[in-house]
Structures are given as structure tokens and as C-alpha cells.
């Protein structure tokens, strides 16, 4: 059985910066594209970054772009969400995804709070 699990959700101040990090383990066969959702209270989940296979190909959200970056390390079967200028719109749950074995997996979720 595969599982993702989300980690390093905090509270922190506008402007400041947060490093997620996202652990796939289990018996892994494959895994391929990789990202990360949000939902704030009261909205619907959104897309916020995605990253391929390889690492080389990523993609952003308008609305973080230039401020975080997600990146992956394949050997340790984890990716990573660095956020930095923190805003009080980014308070969401933050949900980590993944193809894994051919079929898509969710985490948990983490809670990011931006807050003074």
C-alpha cells in the first residue's frame, strides 16, 4: 500500500517562508508527475505547482509564481514546496499528489496558516 504523507505545515508571518515537504513510501513501482493542491476555507481546491518525472518540467499558479518553488529528489521518493513572502491568501491545507504505480494518490494534507 502507497502512501503520501505531508509535512512541515506551520504558522508563520506575512512575508515569512515555509518548506513542505511530501514522502512517497510503500511498494513503489513507478511514480511520475508529482504536485501540489491547496484549499483555503470556503473555496474549492486549487492547483498550485507540478513537477514532472524527471524534475525539468514544472508549472505554477499565477497567483505563487516567483515566489515558490517545488522541486523533487527521486531517490528519496519526495518533493518539496519551498514558499517564501508568505501572504495571508496563501492560509490554506496544502494537499501533496502524485502518480504512483499508474494511479493518482493524494496525502493527507498540511496546514499553512499566514497570519500576524
Known amino acids: 500500500q502507497v502512501q503520501l504523507v505531508e509535512s512541515g505545515g506551520d504558522l508563520v508571518q506575512p512575508g515569512g517562508s515555509l518548506r513542505l515537504s511530501c514522502a512517497a513510501s510503500?511498494?513503489?513501482?513507478?511514480?511520475?508527475?508529482m504536485g501540489w493542491f491547496r484549499q483555503a476555507p470556503g473555496k474549492a481546491r486549487e492547483s498550485v505547482a507540478f513537477?514532472?518525472?524527471?524534475?525539468?518540467?514544472?508549472n505554477y499558479a499565477d497567483s505563487v509564481k516567483g515566489r515558490f518553488t517545488i522541486s523533487r529528489d527521486n531517490a528519496k521518493n519526495t518533493i518539496y514546496l519551498q514558499m517564501s513572502s508568505l501572504k495571508p491568501e496563501d492560509t490554506a491545507v496544502y494537499y501533496c499528489?502524485?502518480?504512483?504505480?499508474?494511479?493518482?494518490?493524494w496525502g493527507q494534507g498540511t496546514q499553512v496558516t499566514v497570519s500576524s
Open positions: 513537477i514532472n518525472r524527471s524534475g525539468g518540467g514544472t
Open positions: 510503500g511498494t513503489i513501482i513507478s511514480i511520475s508527475g
Open positions: 499528489y502524485a502518480n504512483v504505480n499508474g494511479r493518482t494518490t
